[in-house]
C-alpha cells in the first residue's frame, strides 16, 4: 500500500502541454489507462519515471538530433524551465525539473524503483543477444557491494601472491649468490652452498672491522703527521728569514742615529747665530755666516732625519713579520706534535700486528722525526696490502652473513605467505561460490515464475521450460532457453511465433521486477492485439501477480482490454480505469475514469428526470455482456451466424430450462437462484429494443416504471452474480467443482450444463 | 532491493567463513554488516587470512 501511486501532475512535460493532475487510488493495486493512440499514455509513463528518478523515458530508446536528449522532455513551444513533473507516492511527493544540464529530482532520498516495461524493451528481454539480456537483469541480480569487497579481496589475493613471489625470487637470488661465491672459493667440501656460507661467515667479523679501521687510522695518522711535519719546516724557514731581515736594519739605524746628532748640534748652533741680531760671523771661525748655507744645511738634515723615519717604518714591518712567522712556528710545532704523538700511539697499538713498525724513540731531534716518519711511510705499501686481505675477508662475510639472512628470512616468509595466500584463495573461492550462488538461486527463481506465468497464460500448448541461467565462460551473459513440440532446452526466439515471444517477455519481466516488492511496475502498452482467450489469462495473470509489486500500472490502447473491467470479466473492484480523451495541443492530455456499466446504470436509475434511453440502453449492453459470459460458460447452444454478437433474445434461448433452474450463486451473505431472475428479465428483454435502441411508437407507450423496473431487474441480476468485493464474475474454474471469481468469495454453480460432460 | 541482496549473500558470507574457521563468532555479525555495506578492504581480508595464531586473525574491524 505505502508504495503506490497517489497523483502525478504534468506540467509541460512531453505531451503535457497544459497541467494536468493523474488521481490514482491507492487502494486499487491495478490501475488501467486506457487511450487510443497518441492520447498521452507514454507521456503519463515517462512522468511517473521523470519525476522520481529523472530517468528520460522512452526518449532513451529513440534517436534525436544533438547530443543532449533532454532538451525534447519539455513540451513544444515551451520553455525548458517551465517544465515540472511532481509523483506522489504514499505520503511523499517527489519533484523533477531540468537543471542546467541534467533533469534535477527533489524529493525523500530512495524514491521507489520505477521499472517500466515498453513494447520496443518487450522483444529485447528474449530476442537480445545474452550480454544485453545480461544489462536488463543485472540491476535486480547485481550484489554492488559485495563485489566491491571482493574486488578488495581480489586485490588482497594479488597482494599475496606477489610477497610470496618476492620471496620466492629473493630465495632464489641470495642463493644464487652463495653458490657463486662457494664456486670462486672452489667448491669446498660441504652439503651444500648454504651450509659452507654458514661456516665461512662465523668468523669474528667486529674484530676484523676494527682492525681495518685501526689499519686506516694508522696510514692516515702517517700521511696527516707527515704533512704536519713538512708544514712545520716551512714555518721554521719563513721565521728564520723575517728575523734575518730585521737585524740590518736596526744597524743601520743605529749608525744613522749617530751621524746625525753630530750634524744636527753643528747645525742648530748655526741657526742659533742667524737668530741673533747682533752677530754676523761665527764665534768659533770668525767667519762671516751666511744665511743662505745655513737653510741649505736645516734641508740637508731634514732630509736625513726623513730616512730615519722610513727605516723606523721598514723595521716595524719587519720586526711585525718576525713576531707573526715566529708565532705560527709555534703553533705548527704543537700542531705537528699533536699529530705525532697520535701516529706513534697508533703504530705502537698495531706493533703487534706489524712488526715492521718502528719504535719512537725519546730523542726528538729533526733527523730524529724525519725518520721516524719516513719508517712509518716506508712500511705503507704492505700495511695497505694487509689492511685490503682483511677487507676483502670482511666484504665476504658480510656478503654471505646477508645472503644467508636472506635464504633464512625468505624460506620463514615462504612458509607464511604460502598460507596467507592459500587461506585467501580459500575465503575468496568461498565468497565467490556463495555470490554465484545466489545469482543462481535468483535466475532459477525469476525463471521458475516466468515459466509458472508462461504455463498459465498456455496451459495447453506444447512451450515453456523457459530457463535463465549465466554461462560459466563468458561474464555478464545470460542465456535464455525453453522449449517447443517435444523439445527441450532450445532458443524460444529461434521457434516462437511473436505473440508467444510477447508473453514470454511478459512473463520474464513480471518475474524479474516481482524481486522488488516495493517497486512501480508499469506495463506501457506493450501488447498490439491478443485475442480474447489469452487477454482473459493475461488479465487474471496480472492481477494475481500484482500482489507481489508496489502498484501495477497498465497502459493500453486495446479497447478489449478495458471492457473486460468494464463488463465484470475482470476484477474491477481491484482496478483503477482511467480514459485517456483525445489529445490536442492546445488542451493537452484529458482523462475521465471509467466506471464500471453496472456503476452507471446505477447511477442512471437515481436520475431525475429519468433517462429512459441511458437506462434501457445500458441495462440492455450490460445484460447481453453477462448473459454472453453466461452462454460461453455452459457452453449454451445459440444460433450458428457469421456474426458472433447475439442478441438479447437469441442468448436467453441458449439457456434451457434445466440449466436455469441449476443456476445458483453462493456468497458469503447466502445462495441466490438466478432462475427468477432470470425469467423476470426475460420478460422485459423487448424494452431494450424498443425504448433503448430504435425508434418505434410503441415504445413510447411504455411508462418510466416499466423502463425502470427493466433497469433495475437487470442491476439485480448483476449484483447477484458479480462479486461485491472483487468486481469480477465468478469466471474461473480451479476447484473442478464451481465457477469462482477472481478473489473467491463469489461462486457459481453448476460447473457444467446439466447432461453435459466435465470438459 | 539490490541492498536486501548483499545483505543476503553478506550474511552468508560471514556464516561460511566463520564456519571455515576464518572469523570468531563475536565478530561475525559485524563483519557481515561491513561486507554487505561494501567496507571490507583489502587489508581487511588479510587480517582475516592471518594464521589462527596472529593478532589480528578474524579480528577484522
Known amino acids: 500500500m505505502s508504495n503506490r501511486l497517489e497523483k502525478v501532475t504534468i506540467c509541460k512535460f512531453r505531451g503535457g502541454t497544459c497541467p494536468v493532475d493523474i488521481e490514482f487510488d491507492p487502494g486499487k493495486p491495478v490501475a488501467v489507462i486506457f487511450g487510443e493512440n497518441g492520447t498521452g499514455k507514454s507521456t503519463i509513463v515517462d512522468a511517473i519515471a521523470f519525476g522520481l528518478t529523472g530517468d528520460l523515458g522512452s526518449l532513451r530508446f529513440i534517436s534525436v538530433p544533438g547530443p543532449r536528449k533532454q532538451k525534447y522532455l519539455h513540451s513544444i513551444g515551451t520553455k525548458p524551465s517551465d517544465m515540472q513533473v ?18 534535477e529530482v527533489e524529493g525523500p532520498d530512495d524514491p521507489p524503483q520505477v521499472h517500466v516495461l515498453r513494447r520496443v524493451e518487450l522483444l529485447k528481454l528474449i530476442t537480445s543477444e545474452p550480454k544485453k539480456r545480461y544489462e536488463a537483469i543485472q540491476s535486480l541480480i547485481n550484489v554492488q557491494r559485495i563485489e566491491a569487497a571482493e574486488l578488495e579481496l581480489r586485490l588482497a589475493v594479488n597482494d599475496a601472491k606477489k610477497a610470496l613471489e618476492f620471496a620466492s625470487e629473493r630465495k632464489v637470488q641470495a642463493q644464487k649468490i652463495l653458490e ?122 731634514l732630509g736625513a732625519l726623513k730616512e730615519v723615519r722610513k727605516l723606523k717604518g721598514e723595521i716595524e714591518r719587519a720586526a711585525k713579520t718576525a713576531e707573526t712567522t715566529t708565532s705560527m712556528l709555534g703553533q705548527q710545532r704543537t700542531s ?21 713498525l718502528p719504535v719512537n724513540t725519546a730523542s726528538h731531534t729533526d733527523g730524529e722525526i724525519t725518520a721516524y716518519l719516513a719508517r712509518i711511510e ?75 506465468m508462461y504455463t498459465r497464460l498456455h496451459p495447453e500448448e506444447e512451450i515453456g521450460g523457459v530457463s535463465l541461467y549465466l554461462k560459466d565462460a563468458a561474464s555478464g551473459s545470460l542465456e535464455l532457453i525453453g522449449s517447443f513440440a517435444g523439445n527441450t532446452e532450445i532458443p524460444p526466439q529461434a521457434y516462437y511465433s511473436e505473440s508467444h515471444l510477447d508473453t514470454l517477455g511478459l512473463c520474464v519481466f513480471l518475474a524479474m521486477v ?27 495473470l ?78 440492455g449492453i450490460l445484460l447481453e455482456a453477462l448473459l454472453d459470459d453466461l452462454t460461453l460458460r455452459y457452453r449454451c447452444r445459440l444460433p450458428r451466424a457469421t456474426d458472433i454478437n447475439y442478441t438479447l433474445g437469441e442468448l436467453f434461448g441458449g439457456i434451457d430450462s434445466k440449466l436455469a433452474k441449476a443456476m445458483r450463486v453462493m456468497k458469503p451473505a447466502g445462495d441466490i437462484a438466478l432462475e427468477p431472475l432470470l425469467q423476470k428479465l426475460l420478460s422485459m428483454a423487448f424494452l431494450r429494443n424498443q425504448v433503448g435502441c430504435h425508434f418505434n411508437l410503441a415504445g413510447s407507450n411504455i411508462s418510466d416504471r416499466d423502463v425502470r423496473a427493466f433497469g433495475e431487474a437487470t442491476l439485480a441480476y448483476a449484483e447477484a452474480v458479480i462479486c461485491e468485493n472483487c468486481g469480477e464474475l465468478p469466471r474461473r474454474e480451479k476447484t473442478g467443482e464451481y465457477w469462482q471469481c477472481a478473489c473467491g468469495s463469489t461462486k457459481l454453480v453448476p460447473l457444467v450444463k446439466p447432461g453435459d460432460k466435465a470438459a | 532491493m539490490s541492498e536486501m541482496a548483499d545483505i543476503t549473500v553478506a550474511k552468508r558470507v560471514a556464516a561460511e567463513l566463520l564456519r ?23 587489508e581487511e581480508w588479510k587480517l582475516l587470512a592471518d594464521p589462527p595464531h596472529a593478532a589480528g586473525a578474524g579480528n577484522v574491524k
Open chain 1, 378 to 452: 716506508s712500511v705503507r705499501p704492505q700495511l695497505q696490502n694487509a689492511i685490503d686481505a682483511d677487507q676483502k675477508k670482511a666484504n665476504q662475510q658480510d656478503l654471505l652473513t646477508t645472503n644467508i639472512s636472506a635464504v633464512d628470512v625468505a624460506t620463514t616468509n615462504l612458509i607464511e605467505f604460502q598460507a596467507k595466500a592459500k587461506r585467501l584463495e580459500q575465503i575468496s573461492q568461498a565468497v565467490e561460490s556463495i555470490r554465484k550462488h545466489y545469482v543462481s538461486e535468483v535466475l532459477t527463481d525469476i525463471s521458475d515464475t516466468a515459466a509458472r
Open chain 2, 20 to 42: 571455515l574457521g576464518f572469523l570468531k563468532p563475536d565478530r561475525a555479525e559485524r563483519f557481515a554488516q561491513d561486507l554487505s555495506a561494501g567496507k571490507v578492504k583489502s
Open chain 1, 542 to 619: 496480472l492481477h494475481d501477480e500484482a500482489k507481489n509489486v508496489g502498484h501495477l500500472v497498465v497502459m493500453t490502447h486495446y479497447r478489449a482490454w478495458r471492457d473486460r473491467y468494464k463488463y465484470a470479466r475482470g476484477p474491477a473492484s481491484h482496478s483503477q480505469l482511467i480514459e485517456l480523451l483525445p489529445w490536442t495541443a492546445s488542451r493537452g492530455i484529458r482523462h475521465t475514469r471509467t466506471a464500471p456499466s453496472v456503476d452507471e446504470l446505477r447511477e442512471n436509475l437515481f436520475k431525475e428526470p429519468l433517462d429512459r434511453i441511458g437506462v434501457a440502453g445500458r441495462a
Open chain 1, 514 to 540: 516481482e524481486r522488488d516488492p516495493e517497486a512501480i511496475v508499469i506495463l506501457d502498452d506493450v501488447f498490439t492485439s491478443v485475442d480474447d482467450a489469452h487477454l482473459g489469462r493475461i488479465l487474471e
Open chain 1, 180 to 301: 657463486d661465491h662457494w664456486s670462486q672459493s672452489g667448491a669446498p667440501r660441504a652439503a651444500s652452498a648454504l651450509e659452507w656460507a654458514r661456516a665461512e661467515a662465523t668468523g669474528d667479523l667486529q674484530t676484523l672491522k676494527a682492525n681495518i679501521a685501526a689499519g686506516r687510522e694508522l696510514l692516515n695518522a702517517s700521511t696527516v703527521a707527515t704533512e704536519a711535519w713538512r708544514e712545520l719546516q716551512v714555518r721554521a724557514a719563513e721565521a728564520s728569514d723575517a728575523v734575518g731581515m730585521l737585524r740590518p736594519l736596526q744597524e743601520r739605524l743605529e749608525t744613522l742615529r749617530a751621524e746625525e746628532d753630530v750634524q744636527l748640534l753643528d747645525v742648530l748652533e748655526c741657526a742659533q747665530q742667524i737668530l741673533d741680531p747682533s752677530s754676523e760671523t761665527c764665534p768659533l771661525c770668525e767667519q762671516p755666516i751666511s744665511a743662505e748655507d745655513v737653510r741649505r744645511r736645516v734641508a740637508n738634515r
Open chain 1, 86 to 103: 511532481s509523483v506522489t507516492v504514499g505520503n511523499a511527493t517527489w519533484k523533477a525539473r531540468l537543471g542546467k544540464k541534467d533533469p
Open chain 1, 336 to 356: 705537528f706534535e699533536l699529530r705525532r704523538s697520535l701516529l706513534v700511539q697508533q703504530a705502537n697499538a698495531l706493533r703487534g700486528r706489524f712488526e715492521l
